[in-house]
């Protein structure tokens, strides 16, 4: 499932205003997800005040089913912060899947990739990385 929803976003003209931001992108349901990724256009808004264009960065998780990867990107300011990021996202995973009957998590723990990206450009060089394989 992908989610997302309106958060206040701060203009570098000072001006604040709700905008919808994705939170997550699940792109093996919402596949078209993946291509405003690769594009850049995800989680860009338009300032309603002075009109200029910005990425906001907030936590994100990009799920692909089909590719078995849980990667959760995070803002840039945040690589300080990777041993907590990391800890978080390994309880993250182990409440997603702890629920799970045994068979089906021990095969999740095989096969998916759970990774943290810092910044969106770091997921989208990982996708276009991997497609050029």
């Not at 906001?56 to 907590?84: C, N, Q, R």
Request: hydrophobic share 35%.
């Amino acid at each position: 499932m992908s989610t997302g929803g309106d958060m206040d976003v701060t203009c570098g003209c000072g001006h604040h205003f709700d905008a919808w931001l994705w939170q997550s992108a699940n792109v093996t349901t919402n596949p078209e997800l993946k291509t405003s990724i690769l594009n850049g256009e995800i989680n860009m808004v338009k300032c309603p005040s002075c009109g200029s264009k910005f990425h906001v960065e907030v936590p994100f998780l990009y799920h692909d089913m089909s590719g078995k990867e849980w990667i959760w990107v995070y803002p840039l300011g945040h690589e300080k912060e990777t041993a907590a990021i990391h800890a978080k996202v390994g309880e993250m995973w182990d409440r997603l899947t702890g629920s799970m009957p045994p068979d089906l998590r021990e095969s999740l723990e095989r096969e998916y990739k759970v990774l943290v990206l810092f910044g969106m450009d770091a997921l989208v060089g990982r996708l276009r990385s991997k497609s050029s394989k």
